[in-house]
């Protein structure tokens, strides 16, 4: 607030507890800080950002100090559905985001490479991709697709999504990609320093793997 920095949004988290609890100690006022705006990730399990987890989740969350929180428990940042749910379903999940974990933004997240892996993962379907969106938008929420590639950069404009963050760093952008951004009225968030960590040479990664990292 001082530096005139009056609101941030959080975008990804595994464990809602924290950013909660400062939240309500900013909105009591007992604590000068910005509003802090939450999202919460609804996603396919087995997803980029909802992979199936077992023991090595466990131990990766215990060495790096931090919590390990169920997709079913109100307390995780991370909501995942079946691979194949329907339609209802999906936004039944949208909704219980909103009312069990108080999102104030819904994220998407449209990558084929695991988060720490990087081995394949699947992608949401179009309609389970559109179902997300448009119950966020009747819940009068915005929502957010998290994107790396130009094909998932087509597939979140045609979601219909309020925004979506990062840049294509697979191949360039055509003006028809332009074009229909400026037609579906969608902010994008370039978010420049994630893109450039992604598509640039890293120690020993030849370029077979940095295409993996992509």
């Known amino acids: 607030i001082n530096r005139g920095i009056t609101t941030v949004r959080d975008c990804a988290t595994d464990d809602l507890r924290d950013t909660q609890e400062l ?8 604590l000068l800080g910005p509003r802090i705006i939450q999202a919460v990730l609804v996603g396919n399990l087995g997803g980029t950002w909802t992979p199936k987890r077992g023991l090595m989740s466990r131990f990766q969350n215990w060495a790096g100090g931090m919590p390990f929180v169920e997709y ?43 988060k720490m892996t990087f081995e394949p993962a699947p992608l949401m379907s179009k309609a389970q991709l559109e179902a997300i969106a448009d119950q966020a938008r009747i ?11 130009v094909e998932s950069f087509r597939r979140a404009l045609d979601a219909g999504p309020t925004s979506i963050a990062h840049i294509a760093v697979d191949e360039p952008l055509t003006e028809q990609d332009l074009d229909r ?28 793997h940095r295409g993996d990292l992509q």
Do not use: N
């Open 23 to 30: 939240k309500e100690v900013i909105e009591r006022g007992e």
């Open 72 to 114: 079913d428990d109100p307390s995780s940042g991370l909501l995942a559905f079946d691979p194949g749910a329907s339609e209802a379903e999906i936004r039944a999940a949208v909704d219980r985001a909103i009312d069990e974990r108080g999102a104030d933004v819904i994220k998407m997240y449209e990558q084929r490479a695991a």
């Open 139 to 149: 819940r009068g929420v915005p929502s957010t697709v998290h994107h790396v590639h």
């Open 181 to 208: 951004l400026c037609e579906v009225g969608c902010p994008m968030e370039p978010t420049f320093s994630i893109a450039y960590g992604m598509c640039w040479d890293l120690p020993g990664t030849d370029e077979k």
